[in-house]
Nanobody, 124 residues
């Protein structure tokens, strides 16, 4: 059984940083693309970042580009999202997801398993 567990969320001031972790059990992240998505209250879930199983392909888009980075530690079967210079509009629940294939992917439909999410709140 595949399980994804996010952690690292919390309350942070504008301009601060947080690192989210996603520990994966039940599958080897070397073999699957991984992604981070977020959903703010009243809004649709949106893509944040993705990394391929090999770690070679990384894609980060939208307003987080240049502030967020995605990485992974295969030995820990864990994917990270480093978030710097946080803004109030980054407030959302952040979810990690594991793709159907080893490719990096930006579309929700490319992902097979999802974590429960971790809340990030950036104080105004």
């Amino acid at each position: 059984q595949v399980h994804l567990a996010e952690s690292g969320g919390g309350l942070v001031e504008i301009g601060g940083s947080l690192r989210l972790s996603c520990v994966v059990s039940g599958r080897n992240i070397r073999e699957y693309g991984m992604g981070w998505f977020r959903q703010a209250p009243g809004k649709d879930r949106e893509f944040v970042a993705t990394i391929s199983g090999s770690g070679v392909v990384i894609d980060i888009r939208g307003p987080v580009k240049g502030r967020f980075t995605i990485s992974k530690d295969n030995t820990r079967n864990t994917v990270y999202l480093q978030m710097n210079n946080l803004k109030s509009e980054d407030t959302a629940e952040y979810h990690c997801a594991s793709a159907f294939t080893s490719a990096a992917a930006t579309m929700e439909g490319s992902y097979e398993y999802w974590g429960q999410g971790t809340q990030v709140t950036v104080a105004t």
